[in-house]
Every structure is written in structure tokens, then in C-alpha cells.
């Protein structure tokens, strides 16, 4: 199966019931099964920016290079998969260009964003993430994040000072600790992920999961995977009902079906001139 | 402003003392930073312990002990007008700043700088994550685990006082709704609407769900071949309000949503 056609992708963004713009940003690549989420920080229109920035380079230059690879090729420079390779570099390529503009630029001084994503090919998922934007995963009737913040509220539950239940009411919330553009180099987190079909994904900013419980979003997601965009508006109008403090974004990927890559050299010679022709 | 504490006997107010230090003792040492001199307090009774915005509270293994709110204590997250009693003197804990500024500055993302990490450049196995480490400030606080995340039974009854920025929960001002089984093999039965969001039906087949909001509940088709019905009415994309003794019918099934009590 084709990765477009083993993905059901669907996302909404808002600017929440405070906030009045919205300076998250969202992107997929249904054609090379990528997903981009940012939530940018930074004074007047700069978070904007910044995420605008983030998405668009990780989303355009990816799906680019994707044209004439296979993510599961190996990257001769590091040895890592293709994948993996791609959402480092490229992650790394816009921290720099965020870095310089707010570098050169007075009204972008101490932009940065977020940004988790995901590459979802040979029925496994790469997830790449950077700060306190998150990927979850509903497998049967269970929701787990799959990414762990760079905050320093996860810090602090990690080193034992808090538990996960007294973490809501902590007023340290919101200060991460890994940001994209905020210096001269930056690592993302990567992790591969095995996929089953009917896994359900959703990547999230905080306005999300700081406003809606996670027992409300899983239930959401399963009582609605079947109508996924339906399922984003439900998110975000909760986040809302509850306050809508933040900006909300959400993308959802459901699994429709397999999409193992093509393996032998004969099968990946033709997959390349079925790209290169079509 | 930072947060404090007033410490205070049969009702008059001794003294104030900010939260300007990583960590504060309270005993009747004199080298503590809020002494009691009185026999019923340990030497060094208690520590506070404060990271930005958050303090906890942590007894030092003191004779006679402490309460938080009227509960024996060893160890606390301190919540605002939170009242700590040691003895016949009574600290309170205040820490108001987010309702002295707009919540909107607060509520905004913020980088704390810290060095890249390398450890967790590399790519671990699916289900593990790298460890993060954990923060220098750890303190005295030893490692305990996690409580599992509450179960949706178990929200109506938080354990820890809600603190009042936080969102107000829509049960608070709002009547159980239920939904009863009217034909079918499973008429008769009730089911009372306590989640946020309630199914109807089986997912993959055909499904609706309830969804209750700070201004009533809702009836939203999500799949299925037939469009549920309210009160002989096809739903459209679109969710609809419900009323009291509305009459719903999903896969022939016909029920009925009312307002309890």
C-alpha cells in the first residue's frame, strides 16, 4: 500500500479564547506520510515566525528530498536510516535560519519555537521532537504520549520532586528547556516507533494538554477515530470550553493499512522510477 | 512578587517572610531563617523548598511534627492560602501572582537556557525514552513514584484543593444528565452522563457520542451508515443541542435525555 493511501491525516489550529493571534503553525505531506507541528514564542508577530519557519523548512525540504530517496535508505554520513538523518538535519537547518533571523533582525531578538514530527514509512514512525509539543498514540483503547518534554516541569517529575498529579497544578509550567532558534545549535529527539493499523496519532501543542485532560482526549479519540476531522474540532472546542488559555493545534493520523518499504534492489530500482516517471 | 509565608499565633500576625531562597528552615535553632523559639518545635522542623514559582513543603524528621490544612503532613506541594500548623503557630502560605498579572503573560511559553544535551541525540528503541536527568535542585526530596493518572470515577473528588486559576469544571454548575434504554433488550437501563464525552454505539459500525459542555450537552453523529434521530428528527453533520426528555434513536434503538434531580 502506498504510504498516502495507509494514512488518514486531518488537523485543525486555533488561536484559543485569550490569545489574539495564533503563533503555532502546522504542515503534512500526505505523499511522503510527514507531519509537522511548531509553537512559536516571542514578542508581537515573531513566535509566528519562528514556527512559520520551523514547518516550512522541515515540510518542504523533507517531502523535496523524499522525491528522489527512500526513507529507509542508509545515510552514508552518519549510518543512521534516511529518515532519522532527514529530521535532524533538517530540524538543525531551521534552528539556524530562525537563529540568524533573530540574530540580524531587532524585532525577531529571542524568537524560538517547538516542533515535533513525524515520518511515518515501512510501518514504523520517526518522531522527532523539540520542547513541550507532543506526539501521543491510541493503541486499542490506550492513550500514551510517546514523547517526553524538554521541560522543566518533566524535570522535575523525572527527578521525583513532583508527581504527575500535583504537575497540573504547578505554576512552572510553560518553560522549556530545549527550543528551536534559540541558540547557535540545537539536537532534536529521535525515536522510531512500530505501527500497527488502526494506531491513532495526535501531535499537540500545550494548549491542548494543558487544558484537557488526558483521560478526556482518549476518550475523544476513540469514541471519534472514525471520523478524524470531527475528532480535531472535538479537541480543540474542549480545550476551549476549559478556558483556551494558549493556542491549540492538533494534527490526527490514523492507520489505515501496511505500508512496508520495498525491500531488494530490483523492487526499489522500480520504486525509483515509478517517482521519477510519474 | 515572590511568595510567602505569615507566620502567626491565636490569630496575630508575627511576621512575614518572602520565599527569596532556593530553600528556607523553619526550627527554634536561631540559625534557621524563620525561627520559633518554643519547646513544642524541633531544633530544625521544617524545610521549604522553592523552584521559580512552585514551593513544597517537607518536614525534617521533627518531634512533634506538622499539619497542612488540618492533615499531618511530611511532605506538601504548597497551594496558595495553604495553612501550615507546627505546633499552637501557624504559617500561611500565600502566593497570589498569577491573579496580580494578566494570565495571559504567564501562560506564555519561555526558554530556561541550558546546555544542549548530547546523551539524548541518539535514537533509542521504540517505547524508551532518554533519560532526561534530573534537575540539580533536586534537594532533600527523595525519589517517589508517580501516582497513576486519575481515573475519570475519581475526578469529581480531587485529593489536593483546586487552586483558583484553575479552569472551573463544568459539573460544578451544571445538572447530571442521564440517558435511559427505552426499547431493545437492554431497556430500562440508565446510564448517567459523568464524562465529558460519552459514546453511543461501536466504533467502526456506528457511533454518536454525548459530549457536555459548560452549556449543556450535546448529541454529535461521528460514523456510522444511519444518522441518529432526535425525537423522530435525522441529525445533520452538525451537533445538536439536547433538551430535557429529548428522545434519541441510534440503530433502532430509541433512548431517552433528561436532567436528574
Known amino acids: 500500500m502506498k504510504i498516502q493511501d495507509a494514512l488518514e491525516i486531518a488537523s485543525q489550529t486555533d488561536p484559543g479564547m485569550v490569545r489574539s493571534h495564533n503563533e503555532d503553525s502546522v504542515a503534512y505531506e500526505p505523499a511522503c506520510g510527514l507531519v509537522v507541528l511548531a509553537d512559536g514564542m516571542g514578542g508581537y508577530n515573531a513566535g509566528e515566525v519562528a514556527s512559520g519557519i520551523a514547518v516550512s523548512v522541515v515540510a518542504t525540504e523533507i517531502s523535496h528530498r523524499l522525491q528522489s530517496a527512500s526513507p529507509a535508505d542508509r545515510d552514508d554520513a552518519s549510518g543512521d536510516e534516511l529518515a532519522v538523518s532527514l529530521l535532524r538535519d533538517y530540524i538543525q537547518k531551521a534552528n539556524a535560519s530562525i537563529y540568524h533571523a533573530s540574530q540580524s533582525q531587532p524585532q525577531y531578538s529571542g524568537m524560538g519555537t517547538t516542533i515535533v514530527s513525524g515520518l511515518f514509512y515501512d510501518n514504523r514512525v520517526a518522531v522527532a521532537h523539540i520542547g513541550d509539543s507532543r506526539m501521543y498514540r491510541l493503541r486499542g483503547e490506550t492513550l500514551e504520549a510517546i514523547t517526553r518534554d524538554h521541560s522543566l516541569l518533566q524535570e522535575q517529575i523525572d527527578g521525583g520532586i513532583i508527581s504527575v498529579a500535583d504537575a497540573r497544578l504547578s505554576k512552572n509550567k510553560n518553560l522549556v528547556t530545549r527550543a528551536v532558534g534559540i541558540d547557535a545549535e540545537v539536537v532534536a529527539e529521535v525515536h522510531m516507533h512500530d505501527v500497527l493499523v488502526g494506531d491513532v496519532y495526535l501531535l499537540c501543542s500545550d494548549g491542548l494538554n494543558d487544558m484537557v485532560e488526558d483521560d478526556d482526549i482518549q476518550s475523544t479519540l476513540y469514541a471519534m477515530q472514525g471520523n478524524l476531522p470531527l475528532a480535531a474540532g472535538q479537541l480543540v472546542q474542549m480545550a476551549n470550553d476549559n478556558g483556551g488559555r494558549d493556542n491549540i493545534s492538533v494534527i490526527l493520523v490514523r492507520i489505515k493499512g501496511r505500508y512496508a518499504a520495498s525491500r531488494g534492489r530490483l523492487a526499489r530500482l522500480v520504486d525509483w522510477f515509478k517517482r521519477n516517471i510519474s | ?261
Do not use: C, W
Open chain 2, 1 to 261: 512578587m515572590a511568595a510567602k509565608l505569615i507566620l502567626s499565633i491565636d490569630g496575630a500576625v508575627i511576621k512575614e517572610y518572602p520565599l527569596n531562597k532556593d530553600r528556607i528552615t523553619v526550627g527554634r535553632h536561631a540559625h534557621n531563617d524563620i525561627v520559633i523559639d518554643n519547646l513544642a518545635v524541633s531544633g530544625e522542623h521544617a524545610a521549604v523548598v522553592t523552584i521559580l514559582h512552585d514551593s513544597f513543603l517537607e518536614d525534617l524528621d521533627s518531634t512533634n511534627g506538622l499539619e497542612v490544612n488540618g492533615t499531618p503532613t511530611k511532605k506538601h506541594f504548597l497551594q496558595n492560602n495553604d495553612l501550615i500548623e507546627i505546633g499552637k503557630y501557624k504559617l500561611k502560605y500565600i502566593n497570589d501572582q498569577i491573579t496580580q498579572t494578566t494570565p495571559a503573560d504567564f501562560e506564555k511559553t519561555m526558554v530556561l537556557r541550558a546546555p544542549v544535551k548530547q546523551a539524548a541525540a541518539g535514537i533509542e528503541k521504540s517505547g524508551q525514552t532518554a533519560g532526561m536527568g534530573a534537575a540539580d535542585k533536586t534537594g532533600r526530596f527523595e525519589s517517589h513514584p508517580a501516582k497513576p493518572p486519575v481515573s475519570p470515577v475519581q475526578v469529581a473528588a480531587p485529593a489536593t484543593p483546586q487552586p483558583a486559576q484553575q479552569a472551573p469544571q463544568a459539573e460544578s454548575n451544571q445538572r447530571t444528565a442521564v440517558v435511559q434504554v427505552l426499547t431493545g433488550t437492554n431497556a430500562g437501563k440508565e446510564l448517567e452522563l459523568v464524562k465529558n464525552l460519552t459514546t453511543l454505539g461501536k466504533p467502526g459500525l456506528q457511533v454518536a457520542v454525548l459530549t457536555r459542555r459548560p452549556h449543556g450537552y450535546f448529541i454529535t453523529y461521528v460514523e456510522g451508515e444511519h444518522f441518529p434521530l432526535v425525537n423522530g428528527k435525522a441529525l445533520s453533520n452538525q451537533p445538536q443541542q439536547l433538551n430535557d426528555h429529548d428522545v434519541i434513536e441510534l440503530a433502532g434503538v430509541k433512548m431517552e435525555f433528561y436532567f436528574k434531580g
